[in-house]
């Protein structure tokens, strides 16, 4: 008896304690800094061409696609992807189709590189994690990972009013 109220003061210490660490502050402009140095060297290391760097994401337009209209925030869009670790590690795939899903409600990256295609394209985006999850681990993508998308765009459907 007394070993287990022992045992369990001590875990109450430990977990006193623990609480009391402070969870260093989040600091988006260091980890883009970090994530940009990850992406260019994944670049150079899988020997891709055609890559443009945007606002911090980088991307390369696959297909051109045939659409006209510049695709908005508003929009809706209808699409194929594979969302990938930079190990390779697929996290995230359309496997029974294309899915619709409304552009402002998906993650930065995709908000940012999504308009820089067209409607019938197929865009890769290596998106930081700043863009991305950030600090948060979700699923099975680390904490501050840069993913690799390739997102095919089936179509664009404009919000009417």
């Keep these: 008896m007394l070993k287990n109220k022992i045992l369990l003061a001590a875990i109450a210490l430990v ?7 402070k969870e260093e502050p989040y600091n ?18 899988q020997k891709l061409t055609d890559v443009k760097e945007s606002n911090g994401l980088f991307y390369q337009v696959l297909t051109p ?4 209209a510049t695709i ?3 929009d809706t869009l209808t699409v194929n992807y594979e969302g ?9 795939e359309t496997k029974d189709g294309a899915i619709k899903l ?5 993650i930065e990256g995709w908000q940012k590189g999504i308009p820089l295609a067209k409607e019938g394209g ?3 985006l290596l ?7 950030t600090n948060r681990k979700i699923g099975v993508i680390p904490a501050n990972s840069p993913l690799d998308f390739i997102v095919d765009i089936v179509k664009v459907s404009k919000k009417t009013n």
């Design 28 to 45: 988006r402009e260091a980890q883009l800094k970090t994530d940009t140095e990850i992406i260019q060297k994944f670049i150079v290391d």
């Design 15 to 21: 977990l006193s304690f623990s609480a009391c660490q």
């Design 122 to 124: 197929q865009i890769r």
């Design 84 to 92: 990938k670790l930079l190990d390779g590690t697929v996290f995230d």
């Design 72 to 74: 908005q925030l508003t």
């Design 65 to 68: 696609g045939t659409g006209t």
């Design 127 to 133: 998106i930081p994690s700043p863009m991305a999850y």
């Design 102 to 106: 409304p552009l402002n409600q998906v």
